[in-house]
């Protein structure tokens, strides 16, 4: 699931920041207010919506209701656009220049710039998916869809009769713990490292 998570993630976030950076609609501005205003709400106010939205299209207690409302994050969206906004538009003017269509200059131009980024979204996803609780808790009942942040908790709680062994909850969440700060520290460089790419003179 967290592998699904993010690389979705990864490919609408880059997508929506493209559009919204570079593509001229009607609306555009009212959704990127939209998608601010998204960040700013506490994401337990949102629970019950979610909840409801998960029932009515009857994807409650599935992969589907699992995956599908965390496809989409609305920091990632927010942090790719203004990443294309920082690129200077003569990049892809030049492209233009040399003949490349709109596929290819969104491609081999802009994609190879926002690698960065990129990774940086990918290991935020990561992160968020696999820590990921309180969607999980509305999403899903069934224990053949508990997931390892579902079991941590009911562990530490005391659900599973193992309410004073203290080592077991604590080697429970290093365990959980190490795959994330693993991908980090192979990444770690990669992150935000805005120095790639160059304008072309």
Same mark, same amino acid.
């Given at each position: ?16 920041? #493209?559009?919204? $950076? ?9 959704? #990127? ?8 709400? =506490? ?12 029932? #009515? ?5 599935? #992969? ?20 294309? @906004?920082?690129? =200077?538009? %003569?990049? @892809? ?16 131009? /802009? ?13 935020? %996803?990561?992160?968020? %998916?696999?820590? @990921? ?5 509305? %999403?899903?009942? $069934? =224990? ?12 530490? $709680?005391?659900?599973? $009769? ?17 795959? /994330? ?6 990444f770690r460089k990669r992150i935000m490292n805005v120095s790639e790419g160059?304008?072309?003179?």
């Open positions: 699931m967290t592998l699904f998570v993010t690389a979705g993630r990864v490919f609408f976030d880059y997508l929506a920041g #493209y559009a919204l $950076s570079r593509l001229r609609f009607p609306g555009r501005n009212l959704i #990127y207010v939209v998608l601010v205003g998204v960040m700013s709400v =506490p994401t337990v106010v949102l629970l019950i919506p979610k909840f409801l939205i998960i029932k #009515y299209l009857g994807i409650y207690d599935t #992969y589907a209701g699992m995956i599908l409302p965390l496809l989409v994050d609305a920091s990632g969206v927010f942090i790719m656009r203004n990443f294309f @906004e920082s690129v =200077p538009r %003569s990049v @892809e003017e030049q492209a233009k220049i040399d003949r490349a269509g709109t596929f290819r200059i969104f491609w081999s131009v /802009v994609l190879p710039m926002a690698r960065p980024t990129i990774v940086t979204i990918a290991i935020l %996803s990561f992160q968020g %998916s696999w820590n @990921e609780l309180s969607h999980f808790i509305i %999403s899903t009942q $069934s =224990p053949a869809l508990t997931t390892l942040t579902k079991g941590v908790a009911a562990l530490a $709680s005391g659900q599973l $009769s193992q309410g004073n062994q203290y080592s077991l909850k604590l080697a429970a969440a290093v365990i959980m713990t190490l795959p /994330v700060a693993i991908v980090f520290f192979i160059a304008v072309k003179d």
